[in-house]
């Protein structure tokens, strides 16, 4: 299918820098093309969700991206990262877990790094013991 090739292609310029570019106007106007491009190839009306097709057709919207993006770049740093346990010594649920730091502005809050964290959070125990890059990206 010719369409998935193109999708595959655009997907790779997207990651380009897309940590940095995210929160901006262009990504909101990005994933309505991207849903009006899947639309059109589906043929799905206006008012029709295109979530289901998305995941279907094996094609990652520009939100998905992003979190796939920050949690490698988490995974890839996460050795100068702190880690509850470092910080203090109770023994809870969530030691292992890297240590979230307060946020006094807006910016830092929705930083890579404070992202990150906050995402690395929601992923399950066995991705997150993946010791192999490739294999972590992949899952």
Same mark, same amino acid.
């Given at each position: 299918m010719l369409w998935n090739i193109y999708f595959t292609y655009f997907q790779s310029r997207l990651r380009h820098g897309i940590i =940095?570019? &995210?929160g901006s106007k262009e990504s909101i106007k990005i994933l309505c =093309?991207? $849903?009006k491009v899947i639309? !059109? =190839? %589906?043929?799905?009306? $206006?008012p029709e969700s295109c979530k289901q097709k998305f995941a279907e057709n094996i094609i990652l %919207? &520009? %939100? /998905?991206? *992003? &979190?796939?993006? &920050? !949690?490698?770049?988490i995974k +890839? *740093? +996460?050795? /100068?990262?702190k880690q509850n346990y470092m910080i203090h010594e109770h023994n809870t649920r969530s030691k292992y877990d890297l240590h979230t730091e307060f946020?006094?502005?807006? /910016? *830092?809050?929705?930083s890579v790094i404070n992202m990150g964290i906050? !995402?690395?959070k929601f992923l399950p125990k066995e991705i997150k013991k993946l010791e192999k890059f490739n294999c972590f990206k992949k899952r």
């Open positions: =940095i570019w &995210v =093309i991207q $849903k639309r !059109l =190839i %589906t043929g799905l009306k $206006k %919207t &520009v %939100t /998905s991206l *992003y &979190v796939l993006e &920050v !949690l490698c770049f +890839k *740093y +996460k050795g /100068s990262l946020c006094n502005t807006s /910016s *830092y809050q929705k906050r !995402l690395d």
